[in-house]
């Protein structure tokens, strides 16, 4: 990077929308489910038609309050919802239902990993609010269509402070907040269907300084990737501005993938007032320390305190402990196979090579996988016990019980005559024939040259198709190279 550009600090806030896996809409039994024929999830009530009510969706609550546990946030106890007023076709009432002064989660954080180190970006609220609908602007050359399906789908905004620093940052920010709301069941993440959806706030200031530069937010991005390109895209508009001597105007900017760039959809002459006030038909709702309590003790294992469990209890390197918590149904697995067996770093390598191996092929994920975490652990045994190689076990055994899942590894290796050989009557003619063919290494490992034990191995294995014992097959190549 040239000089102009390391003058200055980037400042990134995110506000992350994310929608809640219920059945229900926030306010109405309508079905909150992704996609159905345009305009068949909905009722008067979804329509706001006079004399119609809404009424609170529980789950919607609980779920939410899951996602402020899991961040660390404080929970509100009063809780109202506001109106946001405002007028766009794919708004049925005129306003939206959001909570303004009184979020129900304040404060938290979520916790990043980048290549500059582990940090805490800090939240300021995570706020209940209703989605709208879709407006469809390309079956037609000449009208628009509004589908109002989603209108009224429960949504989380997580509102970040403006604490990052970087488009890593930013990246790393939304990939833990997408693991987050997957390992907790509450939002499937899928930013490409717009289930999680980013607007980026990002402003530049000279380093050192403290005041915030005005801020200009970019919005449709749909992968966290282009979350990414965005952020780079803006930090590098506002300082070639700055530069050539211009001034940043407060605008919403809309981010287009073909070309990385993005362009204004209105300043903040043109924003909204909102005239936000109580809803009110809906009234204010309470909660209890109990209930907030009830909900703390549904919380799953969060991947940080798993990650931190596999790398100070079982001993697992931080790379491996991270891929397993990569996603929550990994875990799961490896948190069945590890009560059955306690080889973790054996059972680190399975996940790691061959399971991943398996799910790769076939674009699955772990749920599809057929072996359970019990039969895994029975092969580690098996290999662990030096009845089979790795090798075999990977690449013959583990076959045989992703086809036939119900026969036990131990049958499967006997059935296949794969089982390691142990007898030295039988390693030993193998060894002599490998140290015949190679005259001039055994010369060469009697001068010194230890290294090529690992040569003569090896080839004692090709030799008896990976059964030879290899402990066994060590102390008789030793024993023979004496001289
Ligand atoms: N100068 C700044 N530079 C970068 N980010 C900023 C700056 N000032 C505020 N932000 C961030 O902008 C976001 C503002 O989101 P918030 O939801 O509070 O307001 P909003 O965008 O006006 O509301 P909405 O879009 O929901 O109607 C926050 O994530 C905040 O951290
Ligand atoms: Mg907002
Ligand atoms: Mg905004």
Redesign the pocket.
């Known amino acids: 990077m040239s000089d102009i550009y390391s003058k200055y600090e980037t400042?990134?806030?995110?506000?992350v929308h994310a929608q809640l896996l219920t059945d229900s809409k926030l306010f109405c039994s309508d079905s909150a489910a992704f996609g159905g024929a345009p305009n068949t999830h909905i009722s008067a009530i979804s329509l706001a038609h006079p004399g119609t009510l809404p009424r609170m969706n529980r789950k919607a609550a609980e779920y939410a309050i899951k996602l402020g546990l899991a961040c660390h946030c404080e929970i509100e106890k009063d809780n109202y919802f506001a109106r946001?007023n405002y007028f766009y076709p794919d708004l049925p009432k005129g306003y939206q239902v959001s909570q303004h002064t009184a979020p129900i989660c304040k404060g938290g954080y979520v916790p990043v990993v980048t290549d500059a180190g582990s940090r805490q970006i800090q939240l300021?609220?995570i706020h209940l609010e209703e989605d709208a609908g879709k407006l469809l602007h390309d079956q037609d050359p000449t009208n628009s269509y509004v589908d109002y399906n989603r209108a009224g789908v429960p949504l989380v905004?997580i509102?970040?402070?403006?604490?990052m620093h970087t488009s890593d940052e930013a990246y790393a920010y939304l990939t833990e907040l997408r693991r987050l709301v997957r390992y907790l069941g509450v939002c499937d993440g899928n930013m490409e269907e717009g289930s999680m959806r980013c607007?980026a706030?990002?402003?530049v200031r000279i380093k050192g300084t403290t005041t915030?530069?005005?801020?200009v937010?970019v919005k449709n991005m749909n992968s966290i990737r282009n979350v990414k390109r965005a952020i780079d895209n803006e930090v590098k508009r506002q300082i070639d501005l700055l530069e050539a001597g211009g001034t940043l105007i407060q605008e919403t900017r809309s981010f287009e993938a073909a070309t990385g760039s993005s362009f204004s959809l209105r300043s903040k002459e043109e924003a909204n007032d909102?005239r936000y006030f109580p809803e009110p038909d809906l009234a204010p709702f309470h909660l209890t320390d109990e209930f907030i309590a009830a909900i703390r003790a549904t919380l799953p294992a969060l991947p940080e305190e798993l990650i931190q469990k596999y790398i100070t209890v079982y001993g697992l390197p931080e790379y491996d402990a991270r891929v397993i918590c990569d996603d929550k149904g990994t875990a799961d697995y490896f948190e069945s196979l590890t009560a059955v067996t306690t080889q973790y770093k054996a059972a680190a390598n399975w996940m790691l090579g061959p399971v991943k191996s398996w799910l790769n092929e076939h674009s699955a994920d772990i749920s599809r996988f057929p072996v359970t975490p019990a039969a895994l652990a029975a092969l580690i045994h098996l290999t662990d016990s030096g009845k089979i190689s790795f090798s075999i076990a990977s690449s013959r055994i583990l076959p045989e019980m992703i086809t036939a899942t119900t026969e036990d590894p131990l049958a499967i290796a006997t059935r296949l005559n794969l089982l390691q050989d142990t007898n030295a009557d039988n390693i030993s003619p193998i060894i002599d024939e490998v140290l015949a063919k190679y005259p001039d290494k055994v010369a060469a490992f009697r001068g010194g040259k230890k290294g090529l034990m690992s040569l003569f191995v090896g080839e004692v294995m090709k030799l008896s198709k990976g059964k030879a014992d290899p402990r066994l097959t060590n102390e008789l190549l030793a024993e023979k190279l004496k001289g």
Not at 212 to 215: C, D, I, N, P
Request: net charge negative; hydrophobic share 25%.
């Open positions: 400042v990134i806030g995110l506000e946001k300021n609220r905004e509102v970040s402070e403006p604490d607007d706030n990002i402003s915030l530069g005005t801020k937010e909102y």
